[in-house]
């Protein structure tokens, strides 16, 4: 909880204080993943930044981005990252990385180096 309240303070700060270039790779990055979101019918999840110990991670109806991923990685890193997520939301989260999962990532392009179990 204590952490969670740091990072949120920490992404809070950062963004109130990014560079012009950095403000617009945040607006790309926005723009990619909501495109993607309205692509796949998921307009219910919701898009954000974040801090912590992920790439992407989707809990709930909320996808979330690391905020230094979104600056830093190539968008096409980026554009796999949101697909992964995507995937879990149209087969559903509690499927995590099973075959279900696996089949509608390789159908969205989402290529993964990890080993998943089935
Ligand atoms: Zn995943």
């Given at each position: 909880m204590r952490r969670q309240k740091i990072c949120s303070q920490k992404l809070t700060?950062?963004?109130?204080?990014l560079t012009a270039a950095e403000?617009?790779?945040?607006?790309q990055v926005n723009e990619l993943a909501h495109q993607l979101l309205k692509q796949y019918n998921l307009e219910?999840?919701?898009f954000e930044f974040g801090y912590g110990r992920f790439d992407g991670i989707i809990t709930g109806?909320?996808?979330r981005l690391h905020l230094f991923v979104a600056l830093n990685s190539p968008i096409?890193?980026?554009?796999?990252?949101?697909?992964?997520?995507?995937?879990?939301?149209?087969?559903g989260i509690i499927h995590k990385h099973?075959?279900?999962?696996?089949?509608?990532?390789?159908?969205?392009?989402?290529?993964?180096?990890?080993r998943y179990h089935k």
């Amino acid at each position: 909880m204590r952490r969670q309240k740091i990072c949120s303070q920490k992404l809070t700060e950062k963004l109130n204080n990014l560079t012009a270039a950095e403000k617009e790779r945040i607006d790309q990055v926005n723009e990619l993943a909501h495109q993607l979101l309205k692509q796949y019918n998921l307009e219910n999840i919701k898009f954000e930044f974040g801090y912590g110990r992920f790439d992407g991670i989707i809990t709930g109806d909320r996808i979330r981005l690391h905020l230094f991923v979104a600056l830093n990685s190539p968008i096409k890193v980026i554009r796999n990252i949101i697909l992964h997520e995507v995937a879990h939301a149209i087969v559903g989260i509690i499927h995590k990385h099973r075959e279900i999962w696996q089949n509608k990532a390789l159908e969205l392009g989402v290529t993964w180096e990890r080993r998943y179990h089935k």
